[in-house]
């Protein structure tokens, strides 16, 4: 005797509750995927445009430059380490495209270099990118 399926509770709960919402998040993860892909590609193209507006240039350590607490020899390579050169950006050009920007930052030996942005409140660039488009990556 075959055992009949379409009365067992359990299985009608999976194939018409459990079923189709798992379809749905599945397909709402791969579209909030792709938008993210979407805007980590824009962010990426900014960056470039930023990088090339911006003029960034190392300035080298001449006679006039005067170190603060500098090294003494129980520091061994830690200074080496920790010396970070000085860096001259053109904040004219990135004021035109973003009248918030108030700083740089550029942190050696990480993708960390791009401006930095300043208002009023928290909320503005959560996200938004530096040229005002919305930007959640």
């Known amino acids: 005797m075959q055992k009949n399926n379409s009365k067992n509770p359990i299985i009608n709960l999976t194939k018409f509750v459990i079923l189709p919402i798992s379809i749905i998040c599945i397909i709402g993860a791969g579209i909030i995927f792709f938008k993210w892909i979407l805007d980590n590609k824009t962010s ?28 003494n020899e129980s520091q061994g390579d830690y200074w080496d380490f920790i010396k970070m050169p000085l860096i001259s950006v053109n904040f004219e050009e990135l004021l035109k495209r973003n009248k918030d920007t108030v700083g740089w930052i550029n942190v050696n030996n990480t993708n960390i270099n791009y401006p930095v942005v300043q208002t009023s409140n928290n909320k503005d660039y959560l996200q938004t990118a530096f040229d005002g488009s919305n930007n959640r990556a």
């Open 44 to 71: 990426g193209d900014i960056s470039e445009d930023i990088a090339e507006i911006a003029e960034t240039t190392e300035i080298a350590d001449d006679d006039n430059t005067q170190i603060i607490n500098p090294p």
